[in-house]
């Protein structure tokens, strides 16, 4: 049968993945496929290092030339952000390409226009690479679990947060200095704050919720925080209650509408998202059929990441030439049945809560504190009060932490609570509140 051509547009670290996939595995990916797929032509920036790679593909520094080759059947792109990237690709669209991409900030902040135009042209536009690197975790959503109204989701799906996190909780190892390791290895962003802040973490969860609930790309609807203020005596103090810090993506479909946020977050030890580690990501759906289904691998990295494109060239290449509605729906749901949802706020969302409060060491402080958290109504589930630093001058009085953790509350009653208390003046510090999540 004749082959399926591919451009690739950008051969770093995902672009060369995926070209090392497809030569290596070529007679197992035919075997799957039925014809053989062909990295024809990629385009990049740098000519001299491209041809260095020797990788046999025609190199070309004109990436709309590629988007417009008629000899290209799929787009394969790699470059990231979002300028040019997201006119090359409306244009790879224009001339009836699929598109098979990586960029899930594309894909969350301007998905719905490109699926759109894709679905007007009869084109595919897959982006599996986009969440959770080789995890197939949309394949899971869209296809494998598409028995069931999925109730929510919880993952670790920034590979390099999660690398700064476990080192620094198992080795104590500083923040930058991991964060340099991260960037050697690909896996960081371009931009680090966007794995730092939770901003990647926040355009991979606008994806998986748009697929589990049925609702168009909604990425700012989504509550992001990072974990650049996690400190270490938080990671410690976790761990003695029995909890590690996870930065967490979660999505909750409730009856009153949808919870979407991302935020560092203690887990049970228990739990097997504590001990995912290191680039590792993992999932966790829970459908009102199946219940709870976990999904773990690479997050990140040039063949873990280039395993997925891979599979979205194969899926396409197997539906090629079928009528288009006889493809999976790029969103899970029939586009017409895609709704947006109520979207709550963060007053409205529920969690329980991790406080860390610095207090003078005096009498009656305790109980002023936990009588704030009685007239809320918010349930203490435990509290405990650490002895104090001899080492800390900084006030006249003695002062010492107190770790509270609440039972599950609306997040309104814990800032009510949190400006009550910080108002004190025995309290010395600002508050600081990690939620906490038992999965
Ligand atoms: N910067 C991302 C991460 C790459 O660290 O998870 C994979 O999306």
């Known amino acids: 049968m004749k082959p399926v051509t591919i451009g690739l547009l950008g051969l770093g670290t995902v672009g060369q993945g995926v070209a090392t ?45 590629l988007v417009s080759d008629p000899t290209i059947d799929i787009v394969c792109e790699a470059i990231g952000g979002e300028d040019p990237t997201l006119s090359l690709l409306h244009s790879a669209i224009d001339n009836g390409k699929h598109v098979v ?8 902040v301007h998905g719905n226009a490109l699926l759109e135009a894709a679905r007007a ?36 799906i920034n590979g390099t947060g999660n690398f700064i996190l476990s080192e620094m909780a198992e080795k104590g190892r500083s923040f930058e200095d991991v964060l340099a390791e991260a960037q050697a290895y690909g896996y960081a962003e371009a931009d680090p704050t966007f794995d730092v802040e939770g901003i990647d973490a926040a355009h991979k969860l606008t994806i998986m919720a748009s697929v589990a609930f049925g609702m168009p790309l909604e990425f700012d609807a989504v509550y992001t925080e990072g974990i650049s203020k996690i400190q270490r005596e938080d990671v410690e103090f976790a761990q003695e209650l029995g909890y590690r810090i996870k930065h967490l993506g979660v999505a909750r479909q409730r009856d009153d509408g949808v919870e979407l946020r991302v935020h560092p977050t203690l887990i049970p030890e228990r739990r097997l998202l504590a001990n995912v580690n290191g680039v590792m990501n993992a999932v966790v759906v829970h459908g009102d059929a199946v219940g709870p289904t976990l999904y773990y691998g690479a997050g990140a990295g040039s063949e873990p990441t280039g395993s997925s494109m891979v599979a979205d060239i194969i899926d396409i290449t197997r539906t090629m030439d079928a009528h288009p509605s006889h493809r999976v729906p790029a969103l899970a749901f029939q586009p017409e049945a895609l709704h947006s949802q109520t979207l709550l706020q963060t007053p409205d969302y529920e969690a329980a809560y991790y406080l860390r409060l610095r207090a003078l060491d005096q009498p009656g402080v305790l109980a002023t504190v936990t009588t704030i958290f009685g007239d809320l109504g918010i349930s203490i589930e435990a509290i405990v009060q650490k002895e104090p630093d001899p080492s800390d001058v900084s006030e006249p009085i003695p002062t010492v932490p107190i770790i509270i953790l609440t039972g599950r509350v609306r997040e309104g009653l814990v800032e009510q609570a949190i400006i009550r208390i910080e108002a004190l003046d025995t309290i010395t510090q600002p508050l600081t509140r990690i939620r906490v999540e038992t999965l």
């Not at 070529?26 to 740098?46: D, L, Q, W």
């Not at 084109?123 to 959503?141: D, F, M, T």
């Open 21 to 65: 996939i497809l030569a290596r595995n070529a007679a197992e990916i035919e075997r799957r496929t039925g014809r053989p797929i062909h990295v024809t032509r990629a385009a990049v920036r740098n000519r001299s290092k491209a041809e260095a790679l020797a990788l046999g593909i025609d190199i070309t520094t004109d990436a709309a030339a």
């Open 101 to 108: 991409t990586a960029n899930k900030a594309l894909i969350a």
């Open 121 to 156: 042209k009869g084109v595919a536009v897959a982006y599996e690479s986009c969440v959770a690197g080789g995890i197939p975790i949309i394949k899971a959503l869209r296809e494998g679990l598409s028995a069931n109204r999925i109730e929510w989701l919880a993952g670790i």
